[in-house]
């Protein structure tokens, strides 16, 4: 992070207010890329995540800012492909090309190497909402060098020293400049809208 971003957190220490930091070995980023076009049943579904999350959070300030590298994400664990109930595994060539042509052709990673999420959560939803609310939270995500502020429900659990936040989003990839992967003319493409699963825990120092 940068001194900009980490200025609120060291507000909020000065103040007294809890800090966590990111957990990232519990912690996972899950992305599930469905296939489309008239030779749809010729491809497969994949399922693209980050384990490798790192941030803060301030509870009390309603505050999140974490991110993660783009040439760090793993494409079709078989565990993530089952939770994701999809019925096929593809074999190690074919991971490695979805994973070139990710990276190189779709996501340009090697130019837009951060996905960068900032969250925010007003003084007076902050108040009302329970521990364990689906509360909704504005996230702006910045991808590909592009950022959208999106309303996202946020199921969140807390105890004295751990925080933990789940849930789900769909949106486009063109939203964020991204052209999706495609072939023969669009023919056997990948589908514009991404579903996207969090499971965030925060712990403290």
Partial sequence: MDATTQAPYQHARQLGQQVLSIAPGRSLIAVTVRRGGAFARFGHDHVVASRAISGLVAPAAGLADF???????????????????????????????????????????????????????GAAANADADADADAPLAVSITLHGVSRTLSIPVRIERERNTLRATGTVRFKQSDFGIVPYSLMGGALAVQDQLELRFDLVALAP
Avoid at 79 to 85: F, T, V, Y
């Fill in 67 to 121: 991110s993660f590298r783009l040439d760090q994400l793993t494409v079709d664990e078989a565990e993530l492909r089952i939770q994701a109930a999809l019925d096929t595994q593809p074999g190690a060539d074919a991971i490695a090309g979805t994973r070139h042509n990710m990276l190189v052709k779709v996501l340009d990673a090697e130019r837009y190497p951060l996905v960068k999420v900032h969250v925010e959560r």
